[in-house]
Antibody, heavy 120, light 107 residues
């Protein structure tokens, strides 16, 4: 299975943007979809969106539309999640998840997570 | 969007107990469901995928079952390292939502 390494922790000001990267190795990048999941302190897991490199498409959860951009650079085997107009409630650990999906079966694999802190 | 409802939200149990956690989907999702274990400050760990397929290296006391709308995660004999929060997630259609979690605590 592909190995995922995410970029390091970030501290951002309210109103700014953050871009988190997720580099995949050990597999064929275009064979996977890459979802982003976040978890605020003490809260549940929250699915944000997905990029499908083989199709060149991305979609996001309704609550993040207009603020999140999920993309992938196949040449660099890297997926990205950019969140804008940051507010304190966006303080969370952001996870990249590779999904190997075939015929209704999906196998997920998680990155190590990236802590994003939004503070004035 | 498909909603997942876990029950119970929290559970107290003793070492050696048999424990069952339920995940109910708001519409049919075939077998497109995974179960995770998460300990404080750690990345969720995959236990079960495709509703009943065990991830490599997961102890055999863990098992998953169900299809359609009703799913269960069973721990046959609780061990000290099993006290954690458990989540289900579906992979039927976007958004791939999660259940709210079940916190398993020591009685």
């Amino acid at each position: 299975q592909v190995q995922l390494v995410q970029s390091g922790a970030e501290v951002k000001k309210p109103g700014s943007s953050v871009k988190v990267s997720c580099k995949a190795s050990g597999g064929t990048f275009s064979s996977y979809n890459f979802s982003w999941v976040r978890q605020a302190p003490g809260q549940r897991l929250e699915w944000m969106g997905v990029v499908i490199p083989i199709l060149g498409t991305a979609t996001s959860a309704q609550e993040f539309r207009g603020r999140v951009k999920i993309s992938a650079d196949e040449s660099a085997s890297t997926a990205f999640m950019e969140l804008s107009s940051l507010r304190s409630e966006d303080t969370a650990v952001y996870y990249c998840v590779s999904e190997y999906c075939r015929g209704g079966s999906c196998y997920p694999n998680w990155g190590q997570g990236t802590l994003v802190t939004v503070s004035a | 969007a498909i909603q997942l409802t876990q029950s119970p939200s929290s559970l107290s149990a003793s070492i050696g107990d048999r424990v069952t956690i339920t995940c109910r989907a708001s519409q049919g999702i075939s077998s497109a469901l995974a179960w995770y274990q998460q300990k404080p400050g750690k990345t969720p760990k995959l236990l079960i995928y495709d509703a009943s397929s065990m991830e490599s290296g997961v102890p055999s006391r863990f098992s998953g079952s169900g299809s359609g709308t009703d799913f269960t995660l069973t721990i046959s004999s609780l061990q000290p390292e099993d006290f954690a929060t458990y989540y289900c997630q579906h992979f039927k259609s976007y958004p791939y939502t999660f259940g709210q979690g079940t916190k398993l605590e020591i009685k």
